[in-house]
């Protein structure tokens, strides 16, 4: 899976976008350290467990390095960013419920604006699965040579070692 880059000083208008998801209901905010076992438990029961591994890296950064969308107090989505390496972008996933809603387009844009305003001109998006997305969304490019980029000899799951 290819990695792609973002010109964080070319982003697109986020405040439409906030503002059609909070007209929904859906607060998009850092979670605080103590909703960090919130936070996992979400990504642990809809995604992969190495994304929980990744929740945990974002949560050990100040500010958390993380942003939530939630709705009547329930976890919706989330982006972290400088998980994987430093500039880096992700994981981030919306639950199934939840989505076609722009909760993925708005996790992405607060996590970017906080990585520009960290000070980054460019970030990378790791192992990319929706290229299409990132391409639409924020004008994301391929990086030409980048698959499997550093995610080579990733270790399996311990069902995986046992399976084979």
Known sequence: MIDMLVRLYDLPESGPIYDKVAASGVILRRPGAYEKHLVENFVRGHFSPKWVS?????????????FI?????????????????????GPTGVAESARGLGLG???????LEA?????YAYAF??????????AKAVG??????SDPGIYVDILPEPEAQFNS
């Open 105 to 111: 387009k708005a996790l992405l844009l607060k996590a």
């Open 115 to 119: 990585q520009r305003e960290a000070g």
């Open 54 to 66: 990744e929740v945990a890296v974002a949560f050990a950064r100040q500010p958390v390095a993380c």
């Open 125 to 134: 998006i790791g192992g990319v699965g929706p290229k299409e997305f990132y």
């Open 140 to 145: 994301a490019v391929e990086i030409p040579g």
């Open 69 to 89: 969308a939630t709705k009547d107090k329930e976890i919706l989505g989330f982006a972290c960013y400088e998980t994987t390496a430093k500039g880096y972008f």
